[in-house]
């Protein structure tokens, strides 16, 4: 339960003076938190940040203002131009003719305009303080639909805001109308109690929250939009000190209770080992020596294995399986989509039954939404006697009627993709203490970023590739060659290859003018036939099954395909990957994608199309996909390009959304924050204690309220 006091900042928009059912629709599409049915809050406008700020400095003269810039004026009103005709929304515009003490003259230029209005707005000799951009039209000097237009000597010429902060908007909504809603928004901001250390707040001078808020969303120059800008720096400090805690003290209640110490010989391994076609990498080896210690020790084990494009972490996670079901327990695999776990069961059985009888070998099972009635029923009933050493499914392992004999070890792939309850109801399906857990993730994470999003885990890399695995030639093309690449792979599929070709949407889109999956489809197959096929996620399940084998036979020479393939989709013979309109991408994604080809022996390439005209940005982030295929040096430029904020695509990945803070810029900050959540919770682990309640109101204000139900949860 929120606390009372924090309620009016977590009330729906609607609670705000001035806000209607019309606004507060365009600000549900603005600030409303990203899951379906979320409704926009109070504190979702307190964390709309301003991006520019307009300077409304008055020029004493009409003479000294310049075309094009925003110009605020003291002016008289000398004669009124109606467009003509008996209507006033017919013919030309409603001009006003005004006047400075220097004789300079400008137009005042109304459409569609009320004369009435401007009449009563603009009376004949009146001074007024006009604020607007300048034009230049026919000789005149004009200032088209004032943004102000107020009495001088009035009090509302003492309202003229002289600087007015500009924030991102939506279709319908005007700056004037969110300024006024944020405004009412910060009065909602309760006193609350400081939880920043005093001499640490001492050294840096920052203000005080409630202080920081109103001055954050109250620019006067470029400079106070900045992040290392005083209150911009408290507030992000606060929020990085609210995700330090809760990682903190998921870490401790994950690791409270003591785990088992699973005890293997390593046969199953060594028969594995020996069985592969290939040898481990170090990077591997290291990654199990880890994994085996945390097994080994009475701790419970909660490791993230972090591994590039191809670096063999499906074999490191088998080889960790295999030592579970050697000791006697059951091991479990969790993959985010129903693909990807098909493709981890073909793998692992392969792996796994390779030099062995039928009576050593691993028992394996499937377990998706899709198995069901009495095939599921046999499923979980040889689940629960231990007859399946290793289930692999998606989020139907969650669920509470899947019950295990004695599950050791679970294995939960593409992490991010899961939330912290997700993985602790799996993790608890352990007897007694709970499963051991080891997490993989193929997107590569700055350093910088690893304290943010997985600072409650231990951390193993695989920054080796197997041996034998040949570099992807990388190429960039404009979509007006898009007929020369065609007649390429035309020539690439007669010599026998094969081709992934990515479009980013599935139907046409009025809003994004991009190739279709389906209409990229149907083009190639009127060129290239039957060879091509189309999957995406509105496909069932067993169609998308059934192109997939086609395409890993053989049988399809082309697959055409939204990025449900960006991850662990496993065709050897795969040597060339298009991705059209790869301008917009982010970089890990293109990096994923690329790394489903040069699987094989052959020489493979990608070539990423895109429409001209680039933007600085794009441009180099294509340029770092030619550079380079190391997947940590992509995470790092990503960082560099893009900030933490939206890192790897977060709003897809599951990275922390961070509202004020920004990485790297901030890192100092987080590395503060990070030694102020350990000092405090090595006092207080529970945040009891005298002083805590501001730090547990912290918590909740950023919604890092998983740390406060694992707490009481105890």
């Known amino acids: 339960m929120r606390p009372a006091k924090l309620a009016p900042l977590f009330a729906t928009v609607r609670a705000l003076k001035g806000v209607g059912p019309k606004v507060e629709g365009l600000l549900n599409k603005l600030v409303a938190p990203r899951h379906e049915g979320a409704h926009a809050r109070v504190v979702d406008l307190v964390w709309h940040l301003p991006v520019g700020v307009i300077d409304r400095a008055i020029a004493p003269r009409i003479a000294e203002a310049k075309i094009g810039e925003l110009a605020t004026l003291e002016v008289t009103v000398t004669e009124h131009r109606p467009g003509g005709g008996s209507k006033w929304r017919s013919r030309g515009p409603y001009r006003v003719l005004v006047e400075d003490e220097s004789g300079g003259a400008l137009q005042l230029v109304y459409f569609n305009a009320d004369p009435t209005y401007i009449k009563r707005l603009l009376p004949l000799g009146s001074r007024r303080l006009i604020s607007g951009k300048l034009e230049s039209y026919d000789g005149w000097l004009q200032m088209p639909h004032p943004d102000h237009v107020m009495a001088i000597d009035s009090e509302d010429g003492a309202a003229l805001p002289l600087h007015e902060p500009v924030y991102p908007l939506t279709a319908g909504l005007t700056n004037t109308t969110l300024r006024k809603a944020i405004a009412n928004a910060i009065e909602q901001v309760p006193d609350l109690p400081e939880w920043i250390d005093t001499g640490f707040l001492a050294q840096t001078a920052w203000p005080r929250f409630g202080e920081a808020v109103a001055r954050l969303h109250a620019p006067e120059t470029e400079a106070d939009l900045l992040p290392s800008a005083l209150p911009r720096a408290r507030l992000a400090y606060d929020e990085l000190l609210a995700n330090q805690l809760a990682l903190a003290v998921i870490r401790a209640r994950l690791k409270r209770r003591a785990g088992r110490r699973l005890a293997a010989q390593g046969k199953l391994r060594k028969a594995i080992l020996a069985a592969l076609p290939f040898s481990l990498t170090g990077a591997q080896k290291r990654a199990l020596a880890e994994i085996d210690a945390d097994l080994a020790s009475p701790h419970r084990m909660l490791r993230l294995l972090q591994g590039d494009v191809g670096s063999g972490k499906t074999v490191v996670a088998l080889l960790a399986m295999a030592a579970a079901v050697e000791a006697g327990l059951q091991g479990a695999l969790m993959a985010p989509t129903e693909i990807l776990a098909r493709q981890h069961l073909q793998?692992?059985?392969?792996?796994?039954?390779?030099?062995?009888?039928?009576?050593?070998?691993?028992?394996?099972?499937?377990?998706?939404?899709?198995?069901?009635?009495?095939?599921?029923?046999?499923?979980?009933?040889?689940?629960?006697?231990?007859?399946?050493?290793?289930?692999?499914?998606?989020?139907?392992?969650?669920?509470?009627?899947?019950?295990?004999?004695?599950?050791?070890?679970?294995?939960?792939?593409?992490?991010?993709?899961?939330?912290?309850?997700?993985?602790?109801?799996?993790?608890?399906?352990?007897?007694?203490?709970?499963?051991?857990?080891?997490?993989?993730?193929?997107?590569?994470?700055?350093?910088?970023?690893?304290?943010?999003?997985?600072?409650?885990?231990?951390?193993?890399?695989?920054?080796?590739?197997?041996?034998?695995?040949?570099?992807?030639?990388?190429?960039?093309?404009?979509?007006?060659?898009?007929?020369?690449?065609?007649?390429?792979?035309?020539?690439?599929?007669?010599?026998?290859?094969?081709?992934?070709?990515?479009?980013?949407?599935?139907?046409?889109?009025?809003?994004?003018?991009?190739?279709?999956?389906?209409?990229?489809?149907?083009?190639?197959?009127?060129?290239?036939?039957?060879?091509?096929?189309?999957?995406?996620?509105?496909?069932?399940?067993?169609?998308?099954?059934?192109?997939?084998?086609?395409?890993?036979?053989?049988?399809?020479?082309?697959?055409?395909?939204?990025?449900?393939?960006?991850?662990?989709?496993?065709?050897?013979?795969?040597?060339?990957?298009?991705?059209?309109?790869?301008?917009?991408?982010?970089?890990?994604?293109?990096?994923?994608?690329?790394?489903?080809?040069?699987?094989?022996?052959?020489?493979?390439?990608?070539?990423?199309?895109?429409?001209?005209?680039?933007?600085?940005?794009?441009?180099?982030?294509?340029?770092?996909?030619?550079?380079?295929e190391d997947g940590f040096v992509i995470a790092e430029e990503d960082l560099r390009l893009r900030g933490g904020g939206e890192l790897l695509g977060t709003r897809q990945s599951g990275l922390p959304m961070f509202r004020v803070a920004t990485l790297p810029e901030h890192q100092a900050l987080l590395e503060a924050a990070r030694d102020q959540a350990r000092l405090t919770l090595g006092r207080d682990p529970e945040l009891k204690g005298q002083g805590s309640e501001a730090l547990r109101l912290l918590l909740y204000l950023f919604e890092r309220d998983d740390a406060i139900k694992l707490m009481r949860a105890g």
């Open 347 to 628: 793998t692992i059985s392969g792996f796994a039954s390779s030099g062995f009888d039928a009576a050593a070998g691993l028992r394996i099972a499937l377990l998706t939404g899709r198995e069901r009635g009495r095939e599921r029923a046999e499923i979980m009933e040889a689940l629960k006697a231990g007859r399946i050493d290793i289930l692999i499914g998606t989020h139907a392992l969650f669920q509470e009627q899947i019950a295990f004999h004695d599950l050791g070890l679970v294995v939960i792939d593409e992490q991010h993709r899961f939330g912290v309850h997700q993985r602790l109801a799996l993790q608890a399906k352990g007897a007694g203490t709970g499963a051991e857990l080891l997490v993989m993730t193929a997107t590569p994470i700055p350093r910088t970023l690893l304290l943010t999003s997985y600072g409650d885990m231990d951390v193993s890399r695989l920054d080796e590739k197997p041996p034998g695995r040949k570099p992807i030639a990388t190429r960039t093309l404009p979509l007006e060659r898009l007929a020369e690449v065609v007649s390429g792979i035309a020539r690439a599929i007669a010599g026998g290859a094969q081709v992934y070709w990515v479009c980013p949407l599935v139907a046409e889109s009025e809003v994004l003018d991009i190739a279709a999956a389906e209409a990229r489809y149907a083009e190639l197959r009127a060129r290239f036939g039957e060879s091509v096929g189309l999957v995406h996620g509105r496909l069932a399940g067993k169609d998308k099954d059934r192109v997939m084998a086609a395409f890993a036979s053989g049988a399809l020479s082309i697959l055409v395909s939204t990025t449900v393939i960006e991850v662990g989709v496993d065709v050897p013979k795969a040597s060339i990957m298009i991705i059209e309109h790869a301008e917009r991408f982010g970089l890990a994604q293109l990096h994923q994608l690329r790394g489903r080809v040069g699987r094989g022996a052959q020489e493979s390439s990608c070539i990423l199309l895109y429409r001209q005209p680039l933007s600085e940005t794009a441009r180099e982030r294509l340029n770092v996909m030619r550079r380079t």
